[in-house]
């Protein structure tokens, strides 16, 4: 009845893609602060070299730092070239690898989530045509359906747990892809580069649109009724076990008890056959004597009847309280589950309506960019 999340394989490949693009960026990186270290460099030469050809100095020295000027411009603009190539290789991944498998990721999450929802919504109406009667429910908790109850604990656990962690994850996944992308459209520019008379034109690649689409929409999600729905049904299937760990104590309680009275019973009986012909004679001889003391007002017998009988009372009150326990478990639970079970599942179909129509409208997102058949 429980269904788990399990995110579309495109999901691993999409992170894979960001292996050959992170060595890039390092690479990048480097050239940029080696680039930065060369640009204060040349800067420094540059006002050098003003300085003097304001003062005049000797054609000499001026062409030696003239050179150094030259030099410093050259490698400059070949570890740019270098920058550039790289760039345009981050691109290329992007456009060729990363985009085609988010689009992938898309594709199979819309599917999952429709999936989803129309499991959900047969669940739902399970549920609403359950008829919950304490008549056919089990007289005890035995310890099979107690170690069952145990495991369903977990599990409703697990699913709040890694649910939660669905949400959040894949959100933290588009805001950092939407946080690198925006670095990633700012067009490289170098101050010693010749001077454009047009300003550098922008392209807009469709994984923008995409994610900017899926960022909006994700945070327009409201998936805290679901996780509070899924969080309540783990409580439910809590208060359960406590209720049925009550019962199991009572049972072990009574199961001690009948074996006490059980014991002293046969203890009693054993002993009633040993003492039976001399406390007819002791009474006898204590009737024809006359005398009553207080020893002979003790009786044996009757003291012993007395401890019996108390004990088979403690045992029937022990059986009404594990009887009571018994039928305040089946109670718990199916009026627990009475109520909670539609809650859940009412949650769990909006929840995935939502999350599916959230990816059916990315997915027409993508079909703006998907070439026609008679483009291919």
Same mark, same amino acid.
């Given at each position: 009845?429980?269904?788990?999340?399990?995110?579309?394989?495109?999901?691993?490949?999409?992170?894979?893609?960001?292996?050959?693009?992170?060595?890039?960026?390092?690479?990048?990186? =480097?050239?940029?602060?080696?680039?930065?270290?060369? !640009?204060?460099?040349?800067?420094? !030469?540059?006002?050098?070299?003003?300085?003097?050809? +304001?003062?005049?100095?000797?054609?000499?020295?001026?062409?030696?730092?003239?050179?150094?000027?030259? /030099?410093?411009?050259?490698? /400059?603009?070949?570890?740019?070239?270098?920058?550039?190539?790289?760039?345009?290789?981050?691109?290329?991944?992007?456009?060729? =690898?990363?985009?085609?498998?988010?689009?992938?990721?898309?594709?199979?999450?819309?599917?999952?989530?429709?999936?989803?929802?129309?499991?959900?919504?047969?669940?739902?109406?399970?549920?609403?045509?359950?008829?919950?009667?304490?008549?056919?429910?089990?007289?005890?908790? &035995?310890?099979?359906?107690?170690?069952?109850?145990?495991?369903?604990?977990?599990?409703?656990?697990?699913?709040? &747990?890694?649910?939660?962690?669905?949400?959040?994850?894949?959100?933290?996944?588009?805001?950092?892809?939407?946080?690198? @992308?925006?670095?990633?459209?700012?067009?490289?520019?170098?101050?010693?580069?010749?001077?454009?008379?047009?300003? @550098?034109?922008?392209?807009?690649?469709?994984?923008?649109?995409?994610?900017?689409?899926?960022?909006?929409?994700?945070?327009?999600?409201?998936?805290?009724?679901?996780?509070?729905?899924?969080?309540?049904?783990?409580?439910?299937?809590?208060?359960?076990?406590?209720?049925? =760990?009550?019962?199991?104590?009572?049972?072990?309680?009574?199961?001690?008890?009948?074996?006490?009275?059980?014991?002293?019973?046969?203890?009693?009986?054993?002993?009633?056959?040993?003492?039976?012909?001399?406390?007819? @004679?002791?009474? &006898?001889?204590?009737?024809?004597?006359?005398?009553?003391?207080?020893?002979?007002?003790?009786?044996?017998?009757?003291?012993? +009847?007395?401890?019996?009988?108390?004990?088979?009372?403690?045992?029937?009150?022990?059986?009404?309280?594990? +009887?009571?326990?018994?039928?305040? &478990?089946?109670?718990?639970?199916?009026?627990?589950?009475?109520?909670?079970?539609?809650?859940?599942?009412?949650?769990?179909?909006?929840?995935?309506?939502?999350?599916?129509?959230?990816?059916?409208?990315?997915?027409?997102?993508?079909?703006?960019?998907?070439?026609?058949?008679?483009?291919?």
């Amino acid at each position: 009845m429980i269904t788990s999340f399990r995110l579309p394989r495109a999901v691993m490949r999409s992170q894979r893609c960001w292996k050959p693009i992170a060595c890039i960026i390092t690479q990048i990186s =480097q050239i940029i602060k080696a680039g930065e270290l060369m !640009k204060i460099e040349y800067q420094k !030469k540059i006002a050098s070299l003003n300085k003097q050809k +304001k003062r005049g100095r000797n054609s000499e020295a001026l062409e030696k730092t003239k050179a150094a000027v030259k /030099y410093l411009h050259t490698r /400059y603009m070949v570890d740019f070239q270098a920058m550039d190539s790289t760039s345009s290789e981050i691109q290329r991944l992007r456009d060729e =690898q990363l985009y085609p498998n988010l689009v992938e990721l898309v594709e199979g999450m819309e599917k999952m989530w429709k999936s989803m929802y129309d499991c959900h919504c047969y669940q739902e109406k399970i549920v609403a045509d359950l008829r919950f009667d304490t008549s056919n429910a089990p007289e005890e908790t &035995t310890k099979q359906h107690h170690e069952r109850t145990l495991q369903l604990q977990r599990v409703a656990n697990e699913w709040h &747990t890694q649910s939660e962690k669905l949400f959040i994850h894949q959100k933290q996944y588009i805001d950092a892809l939407n946080n690198w @992308l925006r670095l990633n459209l700012i067009p490289i520019e170098s101050n010693l580069k010749e001077k454009v008379s047009s300003p @550098l034109k922008t392209v807009v690649p469709p994984i923008h649109e995409l994610l900017q689409a899926w960022h909006g929409l994700l945070d327009q999600l409201a998936y805290s009724v679901a996780l509070q729905g899924i969080k309540s049904f783990a409580a439910i299937i809590s208060r359960i076990v406590s209720q049925q =760990q009550e019962e199991l104590k009572q049972k072990k309680i009574c199961e001690e008890v009948h074996t006490e009275f059980e014991k002293k019973q046969r203890a009693f009986k054993e002993w009633e056959q040993r003492n039976k012909g001399s406390e007819e @004679l002791d009474g &006898t001889e204590a009737k024809n004597d006359g005398v009553q003391t207080e020893a002979n007002n003790k009786d044996p017998f009757h003291e012993r +009847k007395i401890a019996i009988d108390a004990l088979k009372k403690k045992v029937e009150e022990e059986d009404a309280k594990h +009887k009571r326990a018994c039928k305040s &478990t089946r109670d718990i639970s199916l009026r627990s589950l009475e109520t909670g079970l539609p809650a859940l599942f009412h949650a769990l179909v909006g929840l995935s309506r939502n999350c599916s129509e959230i990816y059916k409208e990315l997915h027409l997102v993508t079909l703006k960019y998907k070439p026609s058949e008679n483009e291919q």
